[in-house]
Each structure stands twice: as structure tokens, then as C-alpha cells.
């Protein structure tokens, strides 16, 4: 899923989204609700109107860029108290004010606001923090209870740090919510990569086959097919997006670094597997004058080509799903 965080993925259009198939965006309570502000996008007729995307929208809880702005928070039962990164100004989010957000944008899916417990953790930390972010989505899901929400379904948030034990406990409390999805939070935020796959499969394993079972903020293209052979049905990542304007491109060969002075006068295509628009029509010398020069056209090009690999790459995990083939691990994909 490729990250709308404003309300728009970085450096593409909608129109360009659609063509390369892209079936659903995220977009993110916290800073939607800092700028232009909820109620407006209620008043132009909710997310999907006012960001012209038809399609399906998951919004993230504000959650974790509470977590990653840490500097300017304070944690406590009712809520999050911070200071806006915009201006300074404080704001409580709560459980519920988070809901209110949601569905006052409109998402299809809404997540359950959550403590994102920061890695490393001590037991006890992230015992508190996987307490916290129960109680929290049971507050979340007595406010669909209440006002039942047609055409918005709750997804609640596996945490519990590092501890196997913790995940594989959340799991299952979340699950006796009997909630329509479910993710596991608190991934790739900085742990060695096998800690999460560990992490991951001790979810998963509690989790229910006929749900949907989404892994937030991951990964690469290699990840992707480990996290799905684990039994992950859904993934956002800025990676795609970020590497881009940064000139980092995943191919089938592997990451290419465009800025390199060794495709100065490389005239073949960026990806010659690639059946994207940018690997059709540019070669590697032209994206990379692009990049060194600074245009905005590099980052628009970038940005195409990586998210055309991730969908793809999704696209052929289904596919393998569907042949009953899914590789155990893939080498090649960067």
C-alpha cells in the first residue's frame, strides 16, 4: 500500500497511482488532523473526495508518529499530550478523539490508536506499553459499538516489543475483540530483521487464516515475499517513495544507487525486466542528469518506477499464491 500521509503520495499523481495499479493508499490521522484539519475534509466531503481517490483508504491511528516524535509528547491512560511539529501548539489525541478523526475522514480502514513501544524494551516496559494499547482498542471498538460506522472497518494492533511471549498474548486478546482485521505494530523500528521475522510468525500464528493480517511500516522487496510466506496479507512502506527522491531504485537485479557516475553513459534502461513506463521509455544516463540536476521531474520518475516494482512485486506473490508456489525466499528482488 503505498503511504498518502497528506493526503497525497509523494512526487505521483492519482491518475499515475491508478495506472500502476495501485488498489489502495494510506493516509495519517495525526498529521490530516494538524493540517488541513478533519473537520474540513468532512466539510469537502471526506478523504476520498477531497483527495479525487475513488479507491480504498486505510488511515493510520497517529499512533506511531507519536512514537517517533517523542520529543514532544507526554503518554498517559487517557491519552497522548504533544506540541505540534507544525507550530508548536498542544493537542491531546485520544483513543477516541482518534476514531472521531478517522471517521470524520472517511477511511475504509480505520486503526485502533496504539503505544508503539520503542525497540530495545525491557519486559516490563513493553508488558505496560502491550497493556496500554489493549485497553486503548477496546476503547476504540466501543466507539464503533455505539455509533456503528457502515462501510469503515476497525483493525486492532499487535504490540509486545521483542518478547515472543507478548506478541503471541496480544494476539490473542485482540483477537477475542473479534475485530473485522487485525496488524502487528512495532516492527522494523530498529530491531535486528530476524527479531522481526521472529516476531512476526509469533503474531501470526495467533491470529485468524479468514482475516485480513496486515504488517505495518515494512520493507523491502525481498522482505515483502518473507513477510508474506509468514502469512502477511497487507503492507505499507515509505521506502519505495523516500528511496526515490533519494535516488535509490529497486530492480530485479537489485538496488541501483542512480547517482553513480557509472550510468553517466549507460543508454539501457533502468530495469531491462521492468515493464513500467519509466524502464520503457528513459535510459539510466537521462535519470541520473535528472537526479544530478536536481529536477523535479527525477523524483516523479523515481517514484513511478519504485512503486511499480513493489506492486509488482505483489502482484507475483500472487500469483505464486495462486499456483500454490511461494517461494520461501526470493534473492534477487533487492
Not at 38 to 59: E, K, N, V
Not at 114 to 120: A, G, L, R
Not at 304 to 315: A, G, P, Q, V
Amino acid at each position: 500500500m503505498p503511504v498518502g500521509t497528506r493526503a497525497t503520495v509523494k512526487a505521483i499523481s492519482q491518475t499515475e497511482l491508478e495506472a500502476i495499479g495501485a488498489e489502495i493508499i494510506l493516509g495519517n490521522t495525526y498529521h490530516l488532523y494538524l493540517r488541513p484539519g478533519h473537520q474540513l475534509i468532512a466539510a469537502m466531503g471526506g478523504l476520498h473526495r477531497f483527495a479525487a481517490w475513488p479507491h480504498p483508504i486505510l488511515t493510520d491511528s497517529g499512533g506511531f508518529q507519536v512514537f517517533s516524535l517523542s520529543t514532544l509528547n507526554k503518554i498517559e491512560e487517557d491519552g497522548v499530550t504533544f506540541r505540534s511539529h507544525l507550530d508548536g501548539s498542544q493537542h491531546q489525541l485520544t483513543p477516541e478523539l482518534s476514531m472521531a478523526i478517522q471517521r470524520a475522514l472517511g477511511s475504509d480502514i480505520v486503526m485502533a490508536f496504539d503505544d508503539c513501544t520503542p525497540y530495545p524494551a525491557t519486559e516490563p516496559v513493553a508488558r505496560a506499553s502491550l497493556e496500554r494499547t489493549l485497553r486503548w482498542a477496546e476503547r476504540c471498538r466501543q466507539v464503533f459499538e455505539r455509533e456503528p460506522s457502515p462501510g469503515q472497518a476497525l483493525f486492532g494492533i499487535v504490540q509486545g516489543s521483542s518478547y515472543p511471549n507478548l506478541r503471541r498474548e496480544a494476539a490473542q486478546r485482540l483477537v477475542a475483540m473479534d475485530l473485522p482485521g487485525y496488524a502487528i505494530g512495532g516492527v522494523s523500528v530498529g530491531e535486528p530483521r530476524e527479531l522481526s521475522y521472529e516476531m512476526v510468525r509469533a503474531a501470526v500464528a495467533e491470529l485468524p487464516p479468514d482475516k485480513p493480517r496486515y504488517l505495518m511500516g515494512v520493507g523491502t522487496p525481498a522482505e515483502l515475499v518473507r513477510y508474506a510466506q509468514l502469512g502477511i496479507d497487507m503492507m505499507d512502506c515509505v521506502l519505495p517513495t523516500r528511496n526515490a527522491r533519494n535516488g535509490l531504485l529497486f530492480t530485479s537485479e537489485g538496488p541501483v544507487s542512480i547517482k553513480n557516475a557509472r550510468y553517466a553513459q549507460d543508454a539501457g534502461p533502468l530495469d531491462p525486466a521492468c515493464g513500467c513506463a519509466v524502464c520503457r521509455r528513459y535510459s539510466r544516463a537521462y535519470l541520473r542528469h535528472l537526479f544530478q540536476s536536481g529536477e523535479i521531474l527525477a523524483c516523479m520518475l523515481n517514484t513511478h518506477h519504485n512503486l511499480y516494482h513493489y506492486l509488482d512485486t505483489m502482484r507475483q506473490l500472487r500469483h505464486a499464491i495462486e499456483l500454490e508456489r511461494l517461494p520461501e525466499r526470493d534473492a534477487h528482488r533487492g
